[in-house]
């Protein structure tokens, strides 16, 4: 059975890249490349891109989502601050601490001012933090 689950996983997420590389390709053609749904896709692209670990490709898409989201939404927007800390998470997974730190302070500034205490992405961000700093 655990081995079915893994192979459905694995599925899961091959099916999961393909459609989210299929919807970037059609938002660009129809919004252009800097367009909110261009944003989200290469952000969720490259979360699934780091459960395969292809870390080099999901960096990338986060820094794409992460520059056109500060262009669209502003640089406090909670948007931007998710992405901030989910590549600042991957960041802290290739070792690369500094940066991985600027950034998930960066996501809790924001998400600090926008947020209650409690909310989950708030505290996923300062857990992140923790552990970059551990």
Do not use: W
């Not at 990338?60 to 262009?71: G, H, Q, T, V």
């Not at 070792?95 to 001012?113: D, F, M």
């Amino acid at each position: 059975m655990r081995l079915r689950s893994r192979q459905s996983s694995t599925a899961s997420v091959g099916t999961s890249e393909a459609i989210y590389r299929r919807a970037l390709a059609v938002f660009e053609e129809c919004f252009g490349p800097v367009h909110y749904e261009v944003a989200a896709t290469l952000h969720n692209l490259a979360a699934v891109l780091v459960t395969k670990r292809n870390y080099q490709e999901a960096e990338e898409n986060y820094r794409r989502a992460l520059s056109i989201k500060e262009r669209l939404l502003g640089a406090d927007s909670p948007d931007v601050a998710l992405t901030c800390s989910n590549l600042g998470s991957l960041l802290n997974v290739l070792g690369r601490r500094s940066e991985s730190v600027s950034l998930l302070k960066s996501a809790i500034a924001i998400l600090e001012t926008r947020l209650t205490p409690a909310h989950p992405q708030l505290v996923l961000a300062r857990e992140n933090l923790r552990k970059a700093l551990s």
